[in-house]
């Protein structure tokens, strides 16, 4: 028997850039395989390759035996491929019937769309994969995890039977992890195959049948989790040893730097995002705030840093009321900002990357003299800075739209942990970067700590919040659910207030199993 699916030879080059260098890759039916690779390693270009958005240069693709030609999507749907992406491709305001039609849709008496046929199929495809999902429900009336179904019943709508996840626990609770990775076992039992696009490698060693590691566009290895560790993944990937357990002490807490009373923030909709909440950060810790993304803390950051009114309540800085005061006088108050949204609020795209290292104190000296900014000691700055925080860039000159979003990402870190700061408000500090990066990043937001900063992170990967911090409030619909000491705290627990489950409930579910 052939394998499902055989890339050979796939090759990509873009100006500048060999993204894939002769790629070979196999994927058995019925299997799990885990696609693992820095940023710029080379998985996403592969991928859209498979999808049909690329062409390549070289190489052939072999579908059951026989070669495969991908120029459009539709090319690889028709050949049974389908891709889940990591931002879903759902339309809030239609049912789920109505999301997985488009496209596809069915019509009974010439004219009417035949929603009735749709759902019955809808009902097969989820009893016999365990994707429980409400056919006439409204998509934005689901929790992320069920609109990950929805997204993945749409695949086995269009008699998908090699899928393609890309990041796919990405926005899930540990419990709703667990739920896919049964959907993803129940698939596989049944004959589909799975390629798994993923970062964290507990998930790969847990779900993966095998393991292929891509560096720098060309295959470094296949394994297998029985043959393999977190940490020989790990060198895999960056091609050294990483350390992927945070080092740190007991924290020393001092001062509070950062009081938080009644806060209420609106989103854009006009709806309450943030519910009158109020905590405090001491000088010297780590508070971690865990929640699934979308439960208020995009807006509670937002109005901490002055992006966005609050409706009620009080900020103070080291005693100082900054509520509702602008980003300048917020960050002249010893604040850094490693913002969720790195291109909207974090980055000027067409500026060089030396501009954006200095977007926040360009105005002052030894960057500005009299008024007048002064570009070589911008441009020597930025060279040092670049060295300091690996920027991967041709030049400090480049605009930084043309970086990696990873590389992106590690401008804002160097501007930010650059200056002198009493607090740092970090905002999914890690996203999109690779472990070597995350290694680093950690290892600074710890160093902060060290020095007597207060640190403010927000992430909805847990084990980074549990690694991190000295203490975890739990947001669930714009409130705290509770506020634990992270020594205290278990994955069960956390995840359980994640999903809105009051502390005594959750202590009890995650005790009793």
Excluded: W
Excluded at 66 to 75: L, Q
Excluded at 311 to 337: F, M, W, Y
Excluded at 424 to 448: C, F, M, N, W
Aim: proline share 5%; glycine share 8%; hydrophobic share 40%.
């Amino acid at each position: 028997m052939p394998p499902v699916l055989e890339l050979r030879g796939i090759t990509k080059r873009f100006p500048g850039v060999l993204a894939n260098d002769h790629i070979d890759l196999t994927l058995e039916e019925g299997e799990i395989l885990a696609l693992l690779g820095e940023n710029g390693a080379g998985k996403t270009t592969l991928m859209n390759i498979l999808y049909g958005l690329y062409t390549p240069d070289e190489g052939e693709i072999y579908v059951r035996g026989r070669k495969a030609e991908i120029h459009e999507p539709n090319d690889a749907i028709a050949l049974g491929i389908g891709m889940v992406h990591q931002h879903f491709m759902l339309v809030p305001v239609l049912t789920v019937t109505e999301n997985v039609m488009l496209g596809v849709e069915s019509i009974k008496n010439g004219i009417f769309l035949d929603r009735e046929t749709a759902a019955q199929r809808i009902r097969q495809i989820s009893e016999q994969y365990g994707l429980e999902v409400d056919p006439d429900a409204y998509i934005k009336t689901l929790p992320v995890g069920v609109q990950q179904r929805v997204e993945i019943i749409k695949l086995l709508y269009r008699e998908a039977d090699i899928l393609i996840l890309d990041e796919p626990t990405a926005v899930l609770t540990p419990q709703e992890v667990e739920e896919l990775f049964k959907v993803i076992r129940s698939l596989v039992a049944q004959g589909k195959s799975v390629i798994f696009i993923t970062h964290k490698l507990k998930e790969v060693m847990e779900i993966a049948d095998r393991i292929t590691v891509l560096r720098n566009g060309r295959v470094v290895g296949t394994t297998t989790p029985a043959q393999t560790s977190e940490t020989d993944l790990a060198a895999m990937m960056v091609g050294r040893e990483v350390l992927l357990q945070v080092q740190k002490g007991p924290a020393r807490p001092g001062e509070t730097v950062l009081e938080v009373e009644g806060l209420k923030v609106m989103d854009d909709r006009g709806n309450l995002a943030v519910r009158g909440i109020s905590f405090q950060v001491r000088a010297g810790e780590v508070l971690g705030i865990a929640g699934v993304q979308g439960n208020g803390q995009t807006e509670l950051v937002q109005a901490l840093t002055g992006l966005r009114p609050a409706l009620a309540g009080r900020v103070r800085i080291l005693g100082e009321d900054v509520t509702n005061a602008s980003p300048r006088r917020v960050l002249e108050r010893g604040v850094a900002h490693v913002p969720e949204d790195r291109q909207q609020d974090g980055l000027v795209l067409s500026f060089p990357v030396a501009d954006n290292l200095v977007l926040n104190t360009y105005y002052l000296p030894p960057f500005a003299r009299l008024g007048v900014m002064d570009h070589e000691t911008i441009i020597a700055t930025a060279e040092r800075r670049v060295r300091e925080f690996d920027v991967r860039t041709p030049s400090v000159l480049t605009p930084v739209a043309n970086l990696s979003g990873g590389n992106q990402q590690k401008v804002i870190v160097a501007r930010e942990f650059s200056r002198p700061i009493r607090l740092l408000i970090a905002s999914q500090p890690t996203r999109g970067l690779d472990v070597g990066s995350i290694e680093y990043i950690h290892r600074r937001i710890i160093e902060k700590r060290d020095e007597g900063c207060a640190v403010l992170l927000v992430s909805p990967e847990l084990d980074e919040v549990l690694g991190l911090s000295d203490r975890i409030a739990v947001m669930y619909e714009g409130e705290i659910m509770a506020i634990l000491p992270a020594d205290q705290a278990t994955k069960e627990e956390i995840g359980l207030l994640m999903a809105g489950v009051r502390r005594e409930e959750a202590r009890y579910e995650a005790t009793v199993g």
